[in-house]
């Protein structure tokens, strides 16, 4: 500012054009700790624990990019209650770090565009995402996530996001989910040589990779896939049906949402294919025993998943719904509860190790995570998170609907890994 008057310069002018120069240093090296801490950078909290993003000396921010509009409206709330209950009970025995958590929702509706436009909202401002719900979505936003470290828990099970070290696929993924429902088929004797099994698919990473595994465990058995590929918006399955018995299938697999999984049921049903039907946790929600399909969903249809039923004995599971109840007396108790609390758990152990490690930086976040080789949190199957590129558990559960059942399942087999999954995945690289 001096530039702009010409006068000339006396000791008081030149003390004063010291002084002003050296408050502006001290202004200037203050914004940059605040934009550091705040950006992509680092700084030291007041305890001596190196901070990032969504950390300060009071909070830790996580986010979550849910779906509480779309198809899969009823998984978000559940997963976002049950990790708001999770937080509330970490907060209450003293939070993490010293640091209460907060967590940011952001609701996409499942469209991906916004789903991008919430991460761009909330990335500056959060340290991990135990949360965020669909396979296009998290697709649309690796490159981010990766760039930025920022540890996140897909609740997506595609294949296609193995590789990254800040993205986490929790359990098996979708194509080992559709071998062990060829596995369990075969087994039960509902299949045999030859026969021909139907797979209903959502387009996109969900739906491809389930198919990979189908294709993959049929061949391995001598049958053949007759695939019926839909959209998300398609919640009447007349026409997939008609094709399928036209086919003359002996069973079907289904890698869609709860709501294709009813039509499918409903109409096999009423049409008279009454064959064996297995879909993998998302295509499945207690609320549909309260529809019209219920009969036929409890007569003919089977769940894969890497996690147990929320009806399990597991004292883990039993202590989490007691909690839920308690916390949100009246809603129920689904899948959705046990991923999202099984999922904010792991986020709290990865931060408790980093904090230990003297740091809460992404990366170090990221780090804490992936040095973790038996991961258990009481929840369901240890889950080895050290190798980046392989499903964290190659394990799976069959459930079968029961309406009389907390979380409108019950076990029908206990976690085991189905044969061929090793050679599989080694024959994938």
Known sequence: MNATHPRPRTARTARTATLAAALAAVLLAGTACSSKTEGGGSDDG?????????????????????DLTGPYATLGKSIVQAQQMWADETNAAGGICGRKVEIVVKDHGYDVQKAVTAYADIAPDVVALPQVIGSPVVAALLDDIERDHMLTFPQAWAASL??????????????????????????????????????????????ANALEGSEWAAEQAGMKIA???????????????????KAGVKAILISAGP??????????????LKVPIVTSAPGYAPQLLKTPAAPALEAMVHVVSAAPAVSSDLPGVKKMVASYQKAYPGEPVDSGVLSGYNAAQLTGIDLKKACEGG?????????????????????????????????????????????????????AEGAHKAPGVDAYLAGRG
């Open 359 to 411: 740091s809460l930086t992404r990366q170090d976040v990221v780090k804490a995570h992936r040095s973790q080789k038996n991961a258990d949190t009481g929840l369901g199957t240890p889950q080895n998170f050290t190798y980046v590129t392989a499903p964290a558990s190659r394990s799976t559960y069959v459930l079968k609907p029961d309406a009389k059942a907390v979380g409108g399942l019950v076990g």
């Open 162 to 207: 193995l590789g990254r070290d800040s993205v986490q696929v929790l359990g098996t993924t979708y194509d080992l989910d559709m071998i062990a429902a060829v596995d369990f088929l075969t087994r039960t004797q509902k299949l045999a040589k030859g026969d021909t099994i139907g797979h209903v698919y959502f387009e996109g990473d969900y739906g």
């Open 227 to 245: 695939g019926q590929k839909i959209k998300a918006t398609d919640t009447d399955l007349t026409a997939q049906v008609s094709a399928l018995s």
């Open 259 to 272: 709501a294709q999984t009813a039509s499918l049921a409903g109409v096999a049903a009423a049409r008279g």
């Open 46 to 66: 007041a305890d001596g624990v190196k901070a990032g993003p969504g950390v300060s000396d009071k909070t830790v921010r996580l986010g979550a990019l849910t």
